[in-house]
């Protein structure tokens, strides 16, 4: 029992030690781009846009630690938060020795976590694009309620670092990010996909606690690009609109697609990003 207790403690420690550095790929040479992925996924669903950038500049896919957690089977810490994925993104462009700002591309909680990072270090970065990030406070602080967005927020505060996620949570949550009127989506077939990895699901509930200081939101005067899917929820256009008239330096772009714009657009998105960083 006491050597189960040992083992056990070793294996926290080593979890905790690990959520100062993020996993990480790394391709190409020249200006350094960083991409962060959605909330569930992985950083292969960068894999296209990494290909073809990386042709001209160094691209690094970074792992949210929900992910890595879920596949290492392991539960996050209590304290888990936004602002502990944002200080591993400096924690590991020091350990890759990376001292020149990057560009820093952020899709939906990546892009939460891109916006904490760069507010809080504009030091470090060139140019910020956000692809639909659920910053929730920004439409709070509008006294704005968008269509999806209480349902969402409702859904994301039960996804805690230790819940047990359900089937009925993956549900409502991708039908939170699609329509499913017309058809159930347990049929499509991408859920099998879906239920296998819902445990990265937990630790969502962060994104509820996100709030965004207005002030130093005006004070950043690096350039940004928006990116928004002419299919998306409601409560994600809304959200980008709002952003994109609060930054200084800001422009926003359509892409025909839903929210999965990296896996359902990449060459659309590709060509965005390489417009913007002309």
Request: aromatic share 6%.
């Amino acid at each position: 029992m006491k050597v189960l207790f040992i083992l056990l403690m070793l294996t926290q420690a080593y979890a905790l030690a690990q959520l100062k550095i993020k996993k990480v790929l790394v391709e190409g040479e020249g200006l350094p781009i960083v991409m962060l992925a959605g909330g569930t996924a992985d950083m292969s669903v960068f894999a296209v846009p990494a290909i073809e950038l990386s042709s001209q500049h160094k691209v690094i896919r970074m792992e949210h630690f929900n992910v890595q957690y879920a596949s290492d089977g392991l539960l996050l810490p209590n304290n888990y938060s936004v602002r502990m994925e944002s200080e591993a993104i400096k924690y590991t462009l020091d350990s890759l020795a990376i001292k020149e700002p990057i560009v820093l591309v952020g899709h939906s909680y990546g892009g939460v976590i891109a916006l904490d990072f760069a507010l809080r270090y504009p030091t470090r970065i060139r140019s910020l694009v956000l692809i639909e990030p659920p910053v929730f406070s920004i439409a709070e602080a509008k006294n704005e309620s968008p269509k999806g967005m209480k349902e969402m927020q409702d859904l994301l505060a039960k996804l805690t670092p230790h819940a047990d996620i359900t089937e009925d949570h993956v549900e409502r949550f991708r039908c939170a990010l699609m329509n499913c009127d017309s058809s159930s989506i347990r049929q499509l077939p991408q859920w099998t996909m879906w239920v296998v990895q819902k445990n990265r699901m937990r630790g969502l509930s962060v994104v509820n606690g996100f709030n965004l200081d207005l002030k130093k939101l005006h004070a950043f005067q690096k350039p940004v690009l928006m990116i928004t899917g002419t299919r998306t929820a409601e409560f994600h256009k809304r959200i980008n609109k709002l952003l994109t008239m609060e930054f200084t330096n800001a422009k926003e772009v359509s892409i025909q697609s839903g929210h999965a714009i990296p896996s359902t657009a990449p060459k659309e998105l590709v060509k965005s990003l390489q417009e913007f960083i002309k």
